[in-house]
């Protein structure tokens, strides 16, 4: 069981005033209000990871459906968001939009060779997953303009 705080007080007589001093000590935990700011780093970095994970499930879950996500492919996916890898889940509309129109019948390895060549070493993988959706892993320093404004849902 966690310890509990408590509060304890002690007297001591200052002989020099003759007057008591009461001294009130609390155990070393504190407690902040839900809404403080020091847990903003902590709450994107699990808004990131669930949608991460997320995305990545969306890809080979429901009821009876075919899908081209292999099991080793979905376990290199997961290993990618457990290393700390954001995974980025774009319907083709919207990839076609951010990064140009040719994307819309291009292959997944031309898709991360571009995204090299534009964002840099940052893109770790792209495929083509469920639904005609895009997944674009990057590392978390990823400040380009279709990543830095992406809602995690």
């Known amino acids: 069981m966690p310890p509990r705080k408590t509060n304890r007080t002690s007297q001591k007589k200052n002989y020099r005033t003759s007057t008591w001093k009461t001294k009130t000590t609390r155990s070393s935990a504190s407690y902040y209000p839900c809404n403080s700011p020091k847990y903003s780093p902590a709450r994107f970095e699990c808004q990131w990871r669930m949608g991460s994970y997320r995305n990545v499930w969306s890809q080979f879950n429901g009821a009876g459906m075919k899908t081209t996500f292999s099991p080793t492919l979905a376990n290199r996916w997961i290993k ?7 995974v980025y889940k774009f319907n083709n509309n919207d990839f076609s939009k951010h990064f140009g129109t040719e994307w819309a019948g291009g292959t997944p390895t031309a898709a991360r060779q571009y995204l ?10 792209v495929t083509r997953g469920k639904g005609n959706c895009w997944l674009v892993a990057t590392t978390k320093n990823m400040t380009g303009r279709p990543f830095a404004n992406y809602l995690w849902k």
């Open 80 to 86: 990618y968001v457990n290393n700390g890898v954001r």
């Open 116 to 125: 090299r060549k534009k964002y840099g070493p940052g893109v770790k993988d």
